[in-house]
């Protein structure tokens, strides 16, 4: 079996051969210019020879090290390979890529950001499994999840992260049926909640705007039948606390090196429903004229 750190090795010594070959042969050149005529144009010959090699090496010693970013699908692309995966995952056509020994060896050796294709925030409910859902493997998907899929600081930092370190030319905020904080919120603003711990009050209270948008847009709604209205608009809601705090976020969108989307994951049938990319760019122009948005990317 072939040494991958000893072919990068060799390679690496062959491109500094052909540097030493390329300053050798100009230095003759120097030396003998005025001696022998009949060399000059076998010396220009093996000058062009040799820089040529010393650069062929070079790049492929680089390559080998990984030095060179692996060029990353389109976010457009991605958005395919993700509803391709669903599509497989529902239908019971899941191939399950990137979960053999071999991946887990490169994971130990390899930087993420190489592989890893999605940025996916999403509930902690065990209904949802991510990279099964998405008939992925390692290191292809940076996964944030909390307790109803909602943007705070530590989200979005998370976030941040997965699209400015990582890489990953899609951000995906997919909420999920029968959402069980969706649902305690519901509950609690129709006067039949009951007691939450300390630390899920402040949690939640992240899902209260979601939940009244989506009352006072279906007056004719009552009781749980508000809950899919309500787990959308928690999709939504997510993606402009996002971008409201995010102002790397922002300027990745509006430059095309990343898209941000919204979806539902049906606990019952493991099918995605993709929501319209156009009420995105809606909230993200919205939020561009907000006064009240964050403006520095970096922290001070």
Request: aromatic share 8%; proline share 4%.
């Amino acid at each position: 079996m072939v040494n991958r750190n000893r072919v990068e090795e060799v390679i690496g010594q062959h491109g500094r051969i052909g540097v030493f070959f390329s300053f050798g042969f100009i230095f003759l050149t120097l030396l003998f210019k005025k001696k022998e005529e009949i060399m000059k144009k076998f010396v220009n010959t093996g000058i062009c020879i040799c820089f040529f090699l010393s650069l062929v090496f070079s790049g492929i010693s680089a390559q080998a090290s990984g030095h060179n970013t692996v060029k990353k699908p389109s976010p457009d692309e991605v958005l395919k390979m993700l509803k391709e995966g669903n599509k497989r995952f529902y239908t019971g056509k899941s191939v399950h890529p990137n979960a053999d020994q071999a991946r887990l060896k490169l994971a130990g050796s390899e930087d993420q950001g190489k592989y890893a294709y999605a940025t996916v925030i999403t509930c902690s409910d065990s209904r949802v499994p991510v990279e099964l859902i998405f008939d992925a493997g390692v290191m292809d998907i940076f996964v944030i999840r909390v307790a109803g899929n909602v943007c705070d600081t530590d989200e979005i930092g998370s976030i941040e992260y997965g699209l400015g370190h990582v890489h990953t030319p899609v951000m995906v905020v997919l909420g999920h049926t029968q959402c069980g904080a969706v649902t305690a919120v519901t509950h609690a603003l129709n006067g039949q909640g009951h007691k939450l711990e300390r630390n899920i009050v402040p949690l939640v209270n992240n899902i209260i705007p979601a939940v009244k948008k989506a009352k006072e847009e279906h007056k004719d709604v009552h009781g749980d039948a508000i809950i899919p209205y309500a787990i959308e608009e928690n999709v939504w809601l997510g993606i402009h606390d996002l971008f409201m705090e995010s102002p790397e976020t922002r300027n990745l969108v509006k430059d095309g090196s990343v898209k941000v989307v919204g979806a539902i994951y049906d606990v019952g049938t493991g099918k995605i429903k993709w929501l319209p990319e156009e009420k995105v760019m809606e909230i993200l122009k919205e939020v561009e004229a907000s006064p009240d948005k964050a403006t520095n990317v970096y922290a001070e």
